[in-house]
Nanobody, 115 residues
Framework: QVQLVESGGGLVQPGGSLRLSCAAS????????MGWYRQAPGKQRELVAV???????NYADSVKGRFTIFRDNAKNTVYLQMNSLKPEDTAVYYC?????????WGKGTLVTVSS
């Protein structure tokens, strides 16, 4: 099993930055796929950014050039650096991991972009 704990959400003004963290309960070397999804009110959950295998990443078109996913293997933590935030980035952000063909989710952290 994998437990995931997110942190770093909050209220930020348009154009601002936030960094989200996702700490895993096991070595992230052993996790096949790990990254971030988000769900805005009234919308379906969508992929934001993910490590798909090794260091290869995949980003939603809406966040390319603004968000960066990176990780600290020693801390078993994956991060999402979010810059140039827009009101449409407002959502609950969830950390996801695929381990031994099973999906694991964190409880989510709320990001609100508003002036």
């Amino acid at each position: 099993q994998v437990q995931l704990v997110e942190s770093g959400g909050g209220l930020v003004q348009p154009g601002g930055s936030l960094r989200l963290s996702c700490a895993a309960s096991r070595s992230i070397f052993s996790i096949n796929r790990m990254g971030w999804y988000r769900q805005a009110p009234g919308k379906q959950r969508e992929l934001v950014a993910v490590f798909v295998s090794g260091s290869r990443t995949n980003y939603a078109d809406s966040v390319k050039g603004r968000f960066t996913i990176f990780r600290d293997n020693a801390k078993n933590t994956v991060y999402l650096q979010m810059n140039s935030l827009k009101p449409e980035d407002t959502a609950v952000y969830y950390c996801n991991a695929v381990f031994l063909d099973m999906d694991y989710w964190g409880k989510g952290t709320l990001v609100t972009v508003s002036s």
